[in-house]
């Protein structure tokens, strides 16, 4: 019974004409009027010089100039690896893949315990190619998996080797000085079958 009494007020107020009229007219105002002594004001849009923005000048010499990408490549595949490459057209070439595979990980539980399981983790490997504004070619290639970041390069700094010699600690010789003879008296109770002195 509510319902349809809910249905029927619906029903009338979809019916009733609506005195709302969708045009809406912005109000007018009138110019503000002042006394004569006072001149009115002019309230002209600013009028502000456009900046000059010159276009920038590049020096034509500039070899870098119109570098573009000459070939470029990028594969992803279901098992979660992927490889991709670039080359431009000042020689600078960069190439990486990934792998994924099983890595040794920690857990912790909520008691804080260590537990080592297998996870997910990613290999990758890459090489990249430059030639420096001196005209230095540089190449450098790298590998990064579950030993760490390796990369390598003929113009990577590099730790120093030092072959030392341990230094041989000094022989002396000396003799143990001999404590001189004492006299030695059996004293005591003897065992049966021993005799005495």
Do not use: C
Not at 70 to 98: F, I, K, M, P, V
Not at 103 to 120: F, I, P, W
Not at 137 to 145: E, G, P, Y
Request: without cysteine.
């Amino acid at each position: 019974m509510k319902l349809f009494v809910i249905a029927a007020v619906l029903a009338v107020a979809a019916a009733a004409p609506s005195s709302y009229k969708p045009e809406y007219k912005a109000p007018a105002y009138a110019a503000p009027s002042y006394p004569p002594s006072y001149s009115s004001p002019a309230y002209a849009a600013p009028a502000y010089a456009a900046p000059a923005y010159a276009a920038p000048a590049y020096a034509k010499d500039n070899k870098y100039a119109g570098i573009t990408v000459t070939s470029q490549s990028d594969e992803r595949n279901l098992d979660g690896s992927s490889q991709w490459s670039y080359a431009q057209s000042d020689y600078t070439t960069r190439e990486e893949s990934q792998v994924q595979k099983k890595l040794q990980g920690v857990a912790y539980d909520s008691y804080g315990k260590a537990t080592y399981e297998d996870v997910m983790g990613n290999t990758n490997k890459g090489s990249s190619y430059w030639v420096s504004p001196e005209g230095e070619k540089f190449t450098l290639t790298w590998v990064a998996d579950e030993q760490g970041f390796k990369p390598k390069g003929d113009h990577l700094p590099f730790a120093p080797v030092h072959v030392y010699e341990l230094p041989v600690a000094p022989v002396h010789e000396y003799e143990l000085p001999v404590a001189p003879a004492l006299p030695y008296k059996r004293t005591g109770l003897g065992y049966p079958g021993n005799s005495y002195y």
